[in-house]
């Protein structure tokens, strides 16, 4: 059980583009997700917390308005880099739990390439 | 604030050799702690946990014990395999910061047959 799912696993996309990755939970109700970003050989950052029907909340040092994230359900949230550049080219990885239990249930991630 | 540290790595060990992952933790409460792992290309699974101190989290042979008086939560598993080879992250949690989890910056092994 708790199984987290992405799409697309990869996408490469030209510069000025935006691109949608979805995020969802697949046996269970996520009433929060979340979003991390990785660079190679590096941690998570957290991008932004959302919770269903509700506002994201982001981290600091994150645009919200270049991240666009969405909990519409609680089984799906996305997020969509808007106007694209190399520079956001990175592995974006979601996670979810159930209530505010303490375990988050990570998707397998999806890896950006902006040419 | 709350921070969590790893030894650097990467770990080079060879084929059934003991493990070893240091974590140390500084929290302003008492966190939950755990071990995700990050197989290459792959997201994080969840591999082992600990709530409280003194509690004992294993699985598939890794096995990690919540030393408060240490704060540290050190990673073990006494014959790895080539497979163990992955990017390991410790992790802790608190209740009254929303159960966010803040993570050490990962530490990888390298397991030669």
């Known amino acids: 059980g708790a199984v987290v799912s992405q799409h697309p696993s990869w996408v490469i996309c030209k510069s000025g583009t935006s691109v949608k990755i979805e995020c969802r939970s697949l046996d269970f109700q996520a009433t929060t997700m979340f979003w991390y970003r990785q660079f190679p050989k590096q941690s998570l950052m957290l991008m932004a917390t959302?919770?269903?029907?509700?506002?994201?909340?982001?981290e600091q040092g994150v645009e919200k308005d270049k991240f666009l994230i969405n909990h519409a359900s609680l089984t799906l949230s996305t997020l969509t880099v808007t106007s694209a550049h190399p520079e956001d080219s990175s592995f974006y990885i979601c996670?979810?739990?159930?209530?505010?239990?303490?375990?988050?249930?990570f998707g397998p991630g999806t890896r950006l390439l902006v040419l | 604030g709350n921070s969590v540290t790893q030894m650097e790595g990467p770990v080079t060990l060879s084929e059934e050799a003991f493990l070893t992952i240091n974590c140390t933790y500084t929290?302003?409460?008492?966190?939950?702690l755990f071990w995700y792992v990050q197989y290459p290309g792959e997201g994080l699974q969840l591999l082992l946990k600990?709530?409280?101190?003194?509690d004992k989290g294993s699985n598939k042979g890794f096995e990690a014990t919540y030393r408060k008086e240490t704060t540290s939560f050190h990673l073990e598993k006494g014959s790895v395999q080539v497979s163990d080879s992955a990017v390991y992250f410790c992790a802790l949690s608190l209740n009254n910061a929303g159960n966010m989890l803040t993570f050490g910056g990962g530490t990888r092994l390298m397991v030669k047959p």
């Open positions: 996670s979810a739990r159930q209530g505010a239990v303490e375990t988050q249930y």
């Open positions: 600990a709530t409280k101190a003194d």
């Open positions: 929290a302003t409460g008492y966190p939950s």
């Open positions: 959302s919770n269903e029907g509700s506002k994201a909340t982001y």
